[in-house]
């Protein structure tokens, strides 16, 4: 099926007599006729159902759809975007371990890794997207699990080169994750690049309605565990709590890695997804090939107006020929990239904050990527946590505003954002 198909059919096939539409099973529970029954589940000898904190058919139903759309081999949806990035990178690299991410990644993501993370003592190692070979080659160190980047980064909308860092990745022994967020894999499957896990904030475009938070995550299949044995003995060795089942072997390359995420992590943390949550996740994917290239078109009009005005003195967006990443965002993202334009304008943060405040469509809110247009000052908000250093490393200027194009008439929105231009 072509992507535009996959996000209605899917992930979910009814059979006969039953519901069109993917069924919410909001159940804790699920009942079986002995106990020898369930016995198998617990061993991970069948596959099945028995508490929602571990998985819900649901939310598998769900999955299953955004994996197809990836081209995946398995996939688990989290509470939130956070979660799967936490999950993604904890399966495989533990205390003492060490892990390469871009500099530029969103400011939450950037905290998860710096602060908190570190704390449960993983090192990380913060690189420009666009450092050369040689940089990204002397950061790998022999403890070195995994590498981090995102496909558009929030909010700087630098463009990561997944081919260029996947090889090296791959060279060194180590999968590559990227946060698909902000591209979808309506514009770019990451997997045909070279990456082997795939992230999702599913908040964003996936939901498209500002209604519910959600993540998730997506195996390739690809990457082969057992040839570095040594570093992911996580899956290449038995696991003690599910009577010494050893992932990569009894799961293969297609499924080790979700099982296990599935069946330790989200055990152990229980970031699981409301089903609720899910069926609503659900009904904006299927809309999601027709949104996401409306968002592109009415970005690039305000982006090339932008660049246009007098009172900006600067724009970034992936699509303007003048754009740094044009050409890269071109390869991997022929048919666009987002919705989202980042850009200043003159009088620094206080005259940003007056824009602002003019809008009358753009809200002002902390969210992005959803169907309304809305604005935000990331580094009063969203990176307020980061020094100076941090910010400028991130991409994230005191006068940088992101302006998060929605799906409106975009001559609405045009008209809206030359009056709040004006009133500077």
Same mark, same amino acid.
């Given at each position: 099926?072509?992507?535009?198909?996959?996000? =209605?059919?899917?992930?979910?096939?009814?059979?006969?007599?039953?519901?069109?539409?993917?069924?919410?099973? $909001?159940?804790?529970?699920?009942?079986?006729?002995?106990?020898?029954?369930?016995?198998?589940?617990?061993?991970?000898?069948?596959?099945? !159902?028995?508490?929602?904190?571990?998985?819900?058919?649901?939310?598998?139903?769900?999955?299953?759809?955004?994996?197809?759309?990836?081209?995946?081999?398995?996939?688990?949806?989290?509470?939130?975007?956070?979660?799967?990035?936490?999950?993604?990178?904890?399966?495989?690299?533990?205390?003492?371990?060490?892990? #390469?991410?871009?500099?530029?990644? !969103?400011?939450?993501?950037?905290?998860?890794?710096?602060?908190?993370?570190?704390?449960?003592?993983?090192?990380?190692?913060?690189?420009?997207?666009?450092?050369?070979?040689?940089?990204?080659?002397?950061?790998?160190?022999?403890?070195?699990?995994?590498?981090?980047?995102?496909?558009?980064?929030?909010?700087?909308?630098?463009?990561?080169?997944?081919?260029?860092?996947?090889? =090296?990745?791959?060279?060194?022994?180590?999968?590559?994750?990227?946060?698909?967020?902000?591209?979808?894999?309506?514009?770019?499957?990451?997997?045909?690049?070279?990456?082997?896990?795939?992230?999702?904030?599913?908040?964003?475009?996936?939901?498209?309605?500002?209604?519910?938070?959600?993540?998730? =995550?997506?195996?390739?299949?690809?990457?082969?565990?057992?040839?570095?044995?040594?570093?992911?003995?996580?899956?290449?060795?038995?696991?003690?709590?599910?009577?010494? #089942?050893?992932?990569?072997?009894?799961?293969?390359?297609?499924?080790?890695?979700?099982?296990?995420?599935?069946?330790?992590?989200?055990?152990?943390?229980?970031?699981? $997804?409301?089903?609720?949550?899910? %069926? %609503?996740?659900?009904?904006?994917?299927?809309?999601?090939?027709?949104?996401?290239?409306?968002?592109?078109?009415?970005?690039?009009?305000?982006?090339?107006?932008?660049?246009?005005?007098?009172?900006?003195?600067?724009?970034? !967006?992936?699509?303007?020929?003048?754009?740094? !990443?044009?050409?890269?965002?071109?390869?991997?993202?022929?048919?666009?990239?987002?919705?989202?334009?980042?850009?200043?304008?003159?009088?620094?943060?206080?005259?940003?904050?007056?824009?602002?405040?003019?809008?009358?469509?753009?809200?002002?809110?902390?969210?992005?990527?959803?169907?309304?247009?809305?604005?935000?000052?990331?580094?009063?908000?969203?990176?307020? $946590?980061?020094?100076?250093?941090?910010?400028?490393?991130?991409?994230?200027?005191?006068?940088?505003?992101?302006?998060?194009?929605? =799906?409106?008439?975009?001559?609405?929105?045009?008209?809206?954002?030359?009056?709040?231009?004006?009133?500077?």
């Amino acid at each position: 099926m072509k992507q535009n198909t996959k996000c =209605i059919q899917a992930g979910y096939t009814p059979k006969n007599g039953e519901s069109r539409m993917i069924p919410i099973i $909001q159940s804790t529970t699920f009942k079986y006729d002995t106990s020898e029954n369930m016995g198998r589940l617990f061993d991970l000898e069948e596959a099945g !159902y028995f508490y929602t904190r571990l998985q819900n058919p649901t939310n598998d139903f769900v999955a299953n759809k955004i994996c197809a759309l990836e081209g995946g081999t398995a996939a688990m949806l989290t509470s939130s975007g956070q979660a799967a990035n936490f999950y993604s990178v904890f399966n495989i690299a533990n205390a003492g371990d060490h892990v #390469i991410s871009a500099a530029t990644i !969103y400011g939450g993501t950037f905290n998860l890794f710096n602060v908190t993370m570190a704390k449960m003592g993983i090192e990380f190692t913060f690189l420009n997207p666009n450092c050369t070979d040689e940089e990204l080659e002397a950061a790998f160190k022999p403890n070195t699990k995994a590498v981090f980047g995102e496909t558009i980064a929030n909010p700087s909308l630098d463009v990561f080169d997944i081919e260029r860092w996947a090889k =090296i990745a791959h060279k060194h022994g180590v999968p590559l994750i990227i946060d698909n967020t902000f591209a979808t894999p309506i514009n770019c499957r990451p997997i045909e690049w070279g990456a082997d896990i795939v992230t999702h904030s599913t908040t964003k475009y996936m939901d498209g309605h500002d209604a519910t938070v959600g993540g998730c =995550i997506v195996d390739g299949g690809k990457f082969d565990w057992f040839a570095y044995a040594d570093k992911f003995p996580g899956l290449t060795t038995p696991d003690e709590s599910y009577h010494g #089942i050893t992932y990569a072997e009894k799961f293969g390359l297609g499924g080790a890695f979700i099982t296990k995420c599935t069946a330790q992590l989200m055990r152990d943390f229980g970031s699981i $997804q409301a089903p609720m949550n899910a %069926f %609503f996740l659900n009904l904006g994917l299927e809309s999601l090939h027709v949104r996401v290239p409306r968002h592109c078109e009415n970005a690039q009009v305000i982006a090339e107006f932008l660049e246009a005005n007098e009172n900006v003195t600067w724009v970034n !967006y992936p699509g303007l020929p003048s754009n740094k !990443y044009y050409d890269l965002a071109k390869k991997y993202m022929p048919n666009g990239t987002c919705g989202v334009v980042s850009f200043g304008v003159k009088g620094g943060r206080k005259a940003a904050e007056k824009f602002m405040a003019n809008l009358k469509i753009a809200m002002i809110a902390t969210h992005v990527a959803d169907a309304h247009t809305c604005v935000l000052h990331p580094a009063s908000s969203t990176h307020r $946590q980061m020094s100076d250093e941090e910010l400028i490393a991130a991409g994230v200027g005191p006068d940088l505003i992101r302006l998060s194009v929605g =799906i409106e008439d975009v001559e609405d929105i045009l008209e809206d954002v030359k009056q709040a231009l004006a009133a500077i």
